[in-house]
């Protein structure tokens, strides 16, 4: 008999989808949720400022607020780009889980490096909430679908989810497994 393999997050409780599944699950949702909160009620308390400021010239505030509306937005297209799935991962039936299309190392060296500017960049924390403020929606939204992340997915349906390859520049697209053959090699999509 095989051992119940544990992934991250939800350890073994995966498998029966119990109690302590379900309130994992819940804790999680809320945590992201009320992340995403504070991020809106940040972003909101900027407009705000610049908005209400008596004392801000007209031109710059008109300045201000596209800047500020261009950064919102684009982090609403980031995150839910992070949630894009690949024409094989739609077939596997694989959710649209918050990930992103790079390697596992070059998650880890960003990783790194975002701990590094996270210290250096600590008091540009209000104004980083324009720009993570889409991220946390995207997440929000992925944590309320019937698996959370790929570990998750792989464990209960026994199907293996497609690598991520890192993405190319070139319009042509970027490659994607081939499942027909047992070695998995690639193939460009165009």
């Known amino acids: 008999m095989d051992p119940i393999p544990s992934i991250r997050l939800l350890?073994?409780?995966?498998?029966?989808?119990?109690?302590?599944?379900?309130?994992?699950?819940?804790?999680?949702?809320?945590?992201w949720f009320a992340l995403f909160g504070l991020s809106a009620w940040v972003v909101g308390l900027l407009f705000?400022?610049?908005i209400t400021d008596p004392g801000t010239p007209t031109s710059l505030r008109a300045v201000a607020l596209t800047v500020m509306s261009v950064a919102v937005l684009s982090s609403f297209v980031w995150g839910f780009s992070l949630m894009r799935r690949s024409e094989t991962?739609?077939?596997l039936g694989l959710p649209m889980i918050v990930r992103s299309g790079t390697t596992a190392e070059q998650q880890q060296k960003a990783g790194w490096r975002g701990y590094g500017l996270g210290l250096v960049a600590g008091p540009l924390v209000?104004?980083?909430?324009?720009?993570?403020?889409?991220?946390?929606?995207?997440?929000?939204i992925s944590l309320v679908q019937k698996y959370i992340s790929v570990e998750e997915f792989e464990a209960a349906t026994g199907q293996k989810a497609p690598p991520r390859f890192k993405r190319s520049r070139r319009w042509r697209g970027r490659p994607e497994p081939d499942l027909s053959t047992a070695a998995g090699r690639t193939r460009n999509a165009g």
């Open 126 to 140: 209000l104004l980083g909430q324009l720009f993570v403020v889409g991220v946390l929606a995207a997440m929000v």
């Open 11 to 31: 350890g073994k409780t995966w498998q029966r989808r119990g109690f302590h599944y379900w309130w994992l699950r819940t804790w999680l949702f809320l945590l």
């Open 48 to 50: 705000d400022i610049v």
């Open 89 to 91: 991962e739609k077939r």
